[in-house]
């Protein structure tokens, strides 16, 4: 059964580790993080982008398919199905399609207008029993055509928005989508500091987890980090599994063109991945 993403981050905040969102693209993607999060016994956030969710057809599709998955494999780990950086629109159609969990990102809106949105949002989402995130500040990068400069969030508007009620609170610390430059600065502690001080209890969250040295994981999560979303990582993992299957001419020997072999090396390295990722996390053993 898919939970709500609340109970998992309320756990991982008391116990001073971090759940991970690993974005699911097709099928592939998402079976490789539910044997993976089954395995090490974790907890673990399917994040749906709507860019990913327009390509798999439709939230409805894909609420279908993680449901379908879930039971077909026997997963017994607690799973959220999250919307990531949903729109005000994106939001309520993964309500009616069926997810657990969506997040809201009104961090483009002028604050007023972001903790009114959210705050309706939060009414309906907790109705139906769902999780929901939202975000203050930016997260650097691009997104679905989201563009963020990665500025660092107003510790009091964060506060604001968590009052609302919302389970989990993104707040742009430095942090940005994508591959991270040689020139980039890190993460503002100080701001992350600020933030937990005021909102207390409230799970965090940090986007754009690929790229960041293990060294600033560890102590965002000591500062209210539970949850870190991992997206990039899996794919360039992917890809180059698959290169290397493709360069190595596996593809031409025997039926190695079939499809379920060519892309079983990719699959095989995004659970390497999230492997990595939860150990690092510290989420591997939590959904006992």
């Known amino acids: 059964m898919l939970v709500s993403a609340k109970e ?25 993080v539910l044997l993976t999060a089954e395995e090490l016994r974790s907890p673990v956030i399917l994040g749906v982008s709507e860019g990913a969710g327009k390509y798999m057809t439709g939230f409805g599709t894909v609420a279908a398919m993680v449901k379908a998955m879930h039971d077909e494999l026997g997963i017994t780990v607690p799973v959220a199905l999250h919307l990531d950086h949903g729109t005000y629109e994106g ?7 069926g997810f657990t969990s969506i997040m809201f990102d009104g961090s483009h809106y002028p ?21 929901i995130e939202a975000e203050v500040g930016s ?45 980039w600065k890190g993460l503002s502690f100080e701001t992350l500091d600020s933030i937990q001080k005021l909102t207390g209890q409230m799970p965090l969250v940090l986007h754009g987890g690929t790229g960041i ?12 980090v539970a949850k870190i979303n991992v997206n990039t990582e899996c794919q360039l993992s992917f890809a180059d599994a698959t290169r290397k299957y493709i360069e190595a001419g596996k593809d ?37």
Not at 91 to 97: D, E, L, V, W
Not at 143 to 161: F, I, Q, S
Not at 277 to 288: D, Q, R, T
């Open 111 to 131: 604050i007023d207008e972001n903790v009114e949105k959210t705050k309706e949002l939060v009414s309906v989402a907790h109705a139906m029993g769902m999780s």
């Open 139 to 183: 997260i650097g990068g691009e997104e679905d055509g989201v563009v963020g400069m990665g500025e660092c969030a107003d510790p009091e508007e964060c506060k604001r928005v968590a009052d609302l009620g919302v389970d989990m609170l993104a707040a742009g610390i430095g942090n940005i989508h994508g591959k991270y430059p040689a020139n």
């Open 91 to 97: 939001c309520y159609k993964c309500i009616k399609a």
């Open 213 to 224: 040295p293990e060294d600033m994981i560890k102590k965002a999560i000591s500062l209210g």
């Open 252 to 288: 031409l020997e025997g039926k190695g063109f079939d499809p379920r072999k060519l892309l079983a090396p990719g699959a095989e390295a995004i659970k390497a991945t999230v492997k990595e990722k939860m150990e690092l996390f510290g989420s591997v053993g939590k959904a006992e």
């Open 8 to 32: 998992m981050l309320d756990k991982a905040k008391a116990g001073h580790y971090a759940v991970g969102q690993f974005n699911i693209n097709n099928l592939e993607w998402t079976k490789s």
